[in-house]
């Protein structure tokens, strides 16, 4: 057998989707945003809509985006990407608009962007990674941080009260970790609303489905929006080893954020 047959279109196994481009990802090797972008793109290939796609990127890790992905991009200020895609959509509703956004744009600056958008029900994809922590700006505690975890703005730990035994008994501190994808399925504009992760291939074949079926809900004109939370680590503010931090995802962020869909065509799933 010779390189030429070894090389013979139907022997391919893989091959790198024509929408992302050739310049490396500046992610920490065994991110989930690499992960995620790769299955994003596969997803626009695959229902041929690259030349109708208007991808919206965040502040944060993934504030570069468009230089990974071969459609078009627009950038949006801190926590605005569904304002923009909002305007995006009602200038060209025939677009395919989709925003790309972390824990602490989506949920923090931009979490009155985010209620309004899926409470108006505009006819967009919403992407949400999902890693718990604040991974550009250096390692800051996030509204999706766990109780307990360690990060640069809680040393000793998320606490959601003071501890008991110095007179502050029940009051304040840093507060509870927010499940702002259960807050959103609750809206009556929300059509689609699930929760995935990337940590294995089992999961990545699952994300991929659940990011087409958000796509595909926008394509075929279903009105509401489609949001897709994706779970994942952040290896090098958690400070971990990449396989260390899919385990301590499974172990710790899983049963807090579990995954499933969670509202399917306007219904709420019953559990």
């Known amino acids: 057998m010779t390189i030429e047959d070894i090389i013979k279109p139907e022997n391919l196994v893989y091959q790198?989707?024509?929408?992302?481009?050739?310049?490396?990802?500046?992610?920490?090797?065994?991110?989930?945003?690499?992960?995620?972008?790769?299955?994003?793109?596969?997803?626009?290939?695959?229902?041929?809509?690259?030349?109708?796609?208007?991808?919206?990127?965040?502040?944060?890790?993934?504030?570069?985006?468009?230089?990974?992905?071969?459609?078009?991009?627009?950038?949006?200020?801190?926590?605005?990407?569904?304002?923009?895609?909002?305007?995006?959509?009602?200038?060209?509703?025939?677009?395919?608009?989709?925003?790309?956004?972390?824990?602490?744009?989506?949920?923090?600056?931009?979490?009155?962007?985010?209620?309004?958008?899926?409470?108006?029900?505009?006819?967009?994809?919403?992407?949400?990674?999902?890693n718990g922590i604040y991974g550009m700006t250096g390692d800051q505690m996030a509204p999706t941080t766990l109780e307990g975890m360690k990060t640069a703005t809680t040393p000793y730990g998320r606490k959601a009260t003071l501890p008991a035994g110095a007179g502050f008994d029940g009051i304040p501190c840093n507060g509870y970790p927010l499940r702002i994808t259960e807050l959103i399925a609750q809206l009556p504009g929300t059509k689609y609303v699930t929760r995935q992760a990337v940590y294995n291939p089992a999961c990545v074949r699952k994300a991929k489905?659940?990011?087409?079926?958000?796509?595909?809900?926008?394509?075929?004109?279903?009105?509401?929006?489609?949001?897709?939370?994706?779970?994942?680590?952040?290896?090098?503010?958690?400070?971990?080893?990449?396989?260390?931090a899919n385990k301590w995802l499974v172990e710790n962020m899983l049963p807090f954020y579990p995954l499933g869909d969670i509202k399917v065509d306007g219904k709420l799933v019953e559990k």
Request: include cysteine; proline fraction near 4%; aromatic fraction near 8%.
């Open 209 to 244: 489905a659940a990011i087409k079926k958000a796509f595909e809900n926008q394509i075929n004109g279903k009105s509401g929006v489609n949001f897709v939370e994706i779970v994942s680590n952040c290896n090098s503010n958690w400070k971990m080893e990449p396989v260390a």
């Open 16 to 130: 790198k989707s024509k929408l992302l481009t050739e310049k490396p990802f500046h992610y920490c090797p065994g991110c989930g945003h690499g992960t995620t972008h790769r299955i994003i793109a596969e997803v626009l290939e695959e229902l041929g809509v690259d030349e109708e796609t208007i991808g919206v990127a965040p502040v944060g890790c993934s504030v570069m985006a468009y230089d990974y992905f071969d459609v078009d991009f627009q950038e949006a200020a801190h926590g605005r990407a569904p304002a923009l895609a909002t305007g995006l959509k009602r200038v060209w509703p025939n677009k395919v608009i989709f925003t790309y956004q972390g824990d602490g744009d989506l949920a923090a600056i931009g979490t009155a962007e985010t209620i309004h958008a899926c409470n108006r029900g505009e006819n967009i994809t919403m992407i949400f990674v999902n």
